[in-house]
């Protein structure tokens, strides 16, 4: 396997590092299969509103959640597949580390 360009590298440090946060691991293991406003992401992760609200926009800002409005309600859904496998693959990992 060939070295990725350091652009690459670069996305993907940044792609781990957001990653690596309990509290935004939490808000997408609730969005697999699903899409949720932040009143119901407040509810099942249990964290504060402004907490959810600021870690949704750095989570968006990394292309990991995209969003749909229905009204003046702004549902959150997984950007694409790659982030359920990401999670899969990490949690895969985790587990068998025991």
Partial sequence: MNLPDEETLDRM????SVASDSTRLK???CLIGQ???VSQLV???GASQSLISHQLQVLRKAHLVSTRKDGTKVFYLLA????S???SVVY???????
Avoid: Q
């Fill in 80 to 83: 694409d597949d790659h982030v």
């Fill in 13 to 16: 440090e940044t792609l781990l």
């Fill in 92 to 98: 895969a990992h985790a587990t068998e580390a025991k």
């Fill in 27 to 29: 808000i997408l293991y």
């Fill in 85 to 87: 496998s990401l999670l």
């Fill in 35 to 37: 899409e949720k406003n």
């Fill in 43 to 45: 509810e099942e992760v």
